[in-house]
C-alpha cells in the first residue's frame, strides 16, 4: 500500500464504515419487522395449536436431520411445504397422514435412513402438523422451486 | 513467553484439540450414516450426531479463541494477565459444561433433557447450532462475561496495541451477540431472523476481527515487519469485513420470509463477501514476502498461509458461488451449502487457531524458537494432510450438491426427483467423501503424533539479521 494511505485513514474507513453499516442495518431490521413481515407471515394465523406445534418441533430437534425454509440438516426431506407435498394442501388429510407416519417410524429397513420413534401423543402430531402448515403459508419468495423441496 | 501468566493459554489450547479429536470421530459418523444409513440406529441418531458434531466444533473453536485471547493480550499489552485464577477458573466452568452438555445430547433423550433443563422457562433449544439447553446457554454467557473482564482489565492497565483492541472489539461483538441465542420467540419467521445475528454475526462478522487479530499478531511475530504495516492492513480488512459482512446477512433472508429487498442487498453485498479474505491472503503473503527475519518456526508461517488462502477459498469463493439471489434459489439447503459449510470453518477459524497453537505452544513448552525440524515436518505432514483431504471432502460434496440440484431442484414438480430418491442417486459422491473423511483423521493423527517429538529448533545465528526474536 502507498505510503499516502495512512494507518489513522485506514482506522477511519474501518470506524465510520462499519458505523453506517450497522446503523442501516438496524433500520432496515425496524423496516422488516414492523412493516414487511407482517403482510408476509400471516401472523394473525398464529394460533395457540401452532405454537405449540413449534415446541414439539424444537423439543425433539427434528433440525438435527431436517431442513424447514431450506435451514438445518440435509439428512432427511425439507418440510416448509410438507403439507402441499404430503396433504395436498388440505389440514385434514395432512394431520391423517402424520399420525400415519409418526406412528409407523423407525421402518427398520436395513441400510435405510432411520427416523427414530418420538412417542409422539395424538395432540402433539396434531400441533406439529398444525406448525408445519401454518409455516407452508409464509410469503417466501416462492422457494422451494417445486413440490420436492 | 515474557509474562508468566500467558501460560494459561495451554490448557485452552489442549482441551480445544482433545474436542476437535472429537468433533471429526463424530463427522465420521455422520459420514457413514449418509451412505449407511441405519449406522449406529437407534444408540446414536443422525441427528444427535450432529449436534455433537456442530456443538463440539463450536466449543473447541471458543477455546481457542480464548486461549489465543489469554497468550496474546498480555504480551501485546505488555503486563501480567489482570487475573491468572479467573481464567482457570472459567477454564473448567466453561469445560465441565461443555463436556456435561455433550454427555446429555448422547445419553439422554432430547426431549427428556429439555424437560430436565427446564427448558420451557425459557425454550431455546431445538434450533441449529443452539441446541444447548438453557442454563448451557447461561453459563456459556456467563464465562464469556468473566473471560471479557479478565481480557479488558489487563487490557487496559497496559499499552493498548491495534491488534488488542480489534481482537476485543471482536470478543465484545461474540458476547453481546450471542445475547440474541435467548430470543426464541414463537414466530417462526423472527426466530429465524434473529437466529442469524448469532450466526451469520458470528461467522462473517466479529469472528472476522478475532481472525485477523490473530494473523497479524504471528505475523508481527513470524516476519518483523513493523508493526505499523501490519496494523493498517488488519484495519483495511476488518473494514471490509464488516462493510460487506452487516448488510451481507441479506443473503439468509432470501427465503425465509421477509421482504424482496432483501434478494438484491444480500446479492450484492454478499457477493463482495470474499474481497476480505482475499485481502487476508495478499496480507499473509506479502508479509512473509517483506520478512525482516527468518523466524525458526516454519510450519507457523506455513499454518498463516495457508488459513488465508483456505478461508478465501472456502469462505469466499464457495460462499461467492451460491449467493447470488437466482443462483440460491436453486441451491439453498443442498449439499452445495454444506460444501461451503466443511471448507470455511475449516480454512477460517479451525486454520487460525491452528496457527495461533503452532505458533504459541513450543513457546510455551520452552521452546522458544519452535519445535525440532522433525518435530515440524510430522507437523506440516499433518498440515497438508488434513487440508487436502479438507480440500476433496469440498469437492465431493459440492459434485453431490450439483448432482442434487440437477435431479430434485430444477424440473417441474411431477418431474423432479424425490429428496430420498435424490439421495440415492448421489451417494457414490458420499462415499468418495466418507474416504477423503477417513484421510482427514489421519491427518490429525499425524498432526498429534507432532507434538510428542522431543526437541527443539536450533537458533541459527545468520539467519537471523532482523531485529532480536524476542522484541516484536
Not at chain 2, 13 to 29: E, K, P, S, T, Y
Not at chain 2, 178 to 202: I, Q, R
Not at chain 2, 225 to 231: K, L, S
Request: hydrophobic content about 50%.
Amino acid at each position: 500500500m502507498a505510503e499516502r494511505f495512512t494507518k489513522s485513514m485506514a482506522r477511519n474507513i474501518y470506524l465510520g464504515g462499519s458505523t453506517f453499516f450497522i446503523l442501516l442495518f438496524l433500520v432496515l431490521t425496524f423496516d422488516t419487522q414492523s412493516r414487511a413481515m407482517p403482510e408476509r407471515d400471516n401472523r394473525d394465523k398464529l394460533t395457540e395449536q401452532v405454537v405449540r406445534g413449534k415446541h414439539v418441533w424444537e423439543n425433539n430437534n427434528c433440525v438435527g436431520c431436517h431442513s424447514l425454509m431450506g435451514e438445518g440438516a440435509y439428512f432427511a426431506p425439507e418440510l416448509a411445504n410438507v403439507f402441499d407435498r404430503r396433504g395436498v394442501g388440505d389440514s385434514d388429510i395432512f394431520k391423517a397422514y402424520m399420525n400415519a407416519w409418526m406412528n409407523a417410524m423407525p421402518t427398520n429397513v436395513p441400510g435405510r435412513r432411520q427416523m427414530p420413534q418420538f412417542n409422539l401423543t395424538d395432540q402433539e402430531i396434531n400441533d406439529l402438523s398444525s406448525f408445519l402448515e401454518w409455516t407452508s403459508k409464509i410469503d417466501d419468495n416462492g422457494w422451494p422451486p417445486n413440490i420436492e423441496g | 513467553m515474557k509474562y508468566q501468566s500467558q501460560r494459561v493459554a495451554m490448557p485452552y489450547f489442549i482441551f480445544a484439540l482433545i474436542l476437535f479429536a472429537g468433533q471429526i470421530v463424530f463427522g465420521l459418523i455422520l459420514g457413514m450414516q449418509y451412505v449407511v444409513g441405519d449406522f449406529l440406529f437407534p444408540e446414536i441418531p443422525f441427528n444427535v450426531a450432529r449436534m455433537v458434531h456442530t456443538n463440539l466444533l463450536i466449543v473447541w473453536l471458543l477455546f481457542g479463541f480464548m486461549g489465543a485471547t489469554y497468550y496474546l493480550v498480555p504480551e501485546e499489552a505488555q503486563t501480567e494477565l489482570y487475573s491468572p485464577l479467573l481464567a482457570w477458573i472459567l477454564f473448567w466452568v466453561f469445560a465441565v459444561a461443555g463436556t456435561l452438555t455433550i454427555l446429555g445430547y448422547l445419553f439422554v433423550d432430547y426431549a427428556t433433557l429439555a424437560d430436565i433443563t427446564m427448558n420451557k422457562l425459557l425454550p431455546t433449544m431445538g434450533r441449529e447450532f443452539l441446541e444447548q439447553p438453557t442454563i448451557t446457554k447461561i453459563g456459556m454467557a456467563l464465562v464469556f462475561a468473566g473471560f471479557l473482564f479478565n481480557i479488558i482489565m489487563t487490557a487496559l492497565k497496559g499499552r493498548k496495541t491495534v491488534v488488542n483492541i480489534v481482537l476485543i472489539t471482536g470478543l465484545i461483538g461474540l458476547t453481546v451477540l450471542w445475547l440474541f441465542s435467548f430470543y426464541n420467540p414463537s414466530n417462526l419467521t423472527t426466530d429465524k431472523y434473529f437466529w442469524w445475528f448469532v450466526v451469520h454475526l458470528w461467522v462473517e462478522g466479529v469472528w472476522e476481527l478475532i481472525m485477523g487479530a490473530i494473523l497479524a499478531y504471528v505475523l508481527i511475530k513470524i516476519t518483523g515487519v513493523d508493526r505499523e504495516v501490519i496494523e493498517k492492513w488488519l484495519y483495511v480488512i476488518i473494514a471490509m469485513a464488516l462493510i460487506t459482512g452487516i448488510i451481507g446477512t441479506g443473503h439468509h433472508f432470501f427465503w425465509i420470509g421477509p421482504p424482496e429487498y432483501w434478494l438484491w442487498l444480500g446479492s450484492v453485498f454478499s457477493a463482495l463477501e470474499p474481497l476480505p479474505f482475499f485481502m487476508m491472503v495478499l496480507f499473509a503473503f506479502t508479509m512473509i514476502n517483506r520478512r525482516k527475519r527468518n523466524h525458526p518456526n516454519k510450519v507457523a508461517a506455513l499454518w498463516a498461509m495457508g488459513t488465508a488462502v483456505m478461508a478465501f477459498l472456502g469462505a469466499g469463493v464457495w460462499g461467492f458461488l451460491h449467493t447470488l439471489a437466482p443462483i440460491n434459489y436453486y441451491t439453498h439447503g443442498t449439499q452445495l451449502t454444506a460444501a461451503h459449510g466443511h471448507m470455511a470453518f475449516y480454512g477460517a477459524y479451525v486454520m487460525i487457531v491452528l496457527t495461533i497453537i503452532s505458533y504459541a505452544m513450543p513457546i510455551m513448552r520452552g521452546r522458544p524458537y519452535g519445535n525440532s525440524n522433525t518435530a515440524q515436518v510430522v507437523e506440516m505432514w499433518g498440515f497438508w494432510l488434513m487440508t487436502i483431504s479438507m480440500v476433496f471432502i469440498t469437492l465431493f460434496l459440492t459434485g453431490a450438491g450439483i448432482l442434487q440440484i440437477w435431479l430434485q431442484r430444477i424440473p417441474e414438480s411431477g418431474e423432479a426427483l424425490s429428496f430420498m430418491a435424490t439421495q440415492d442417486n448421489i451417494a457414490i459422491f458420499y462415499w468418495a467423501r466418507m474416504i477423503a473423511g477417513c484421510f482427514f483423521m489421519a491427518g490429525l493423527v499425524v498432526y498429534f503424533g507432532s507434538f510428542f517429538i522431543k526437541g527443539q529448533a536450533s537458533f541459527d545465528e545468520e539467519v537471523h539479521s532482523g531485529p532480536a526474536l524476542q522484541d516484536a
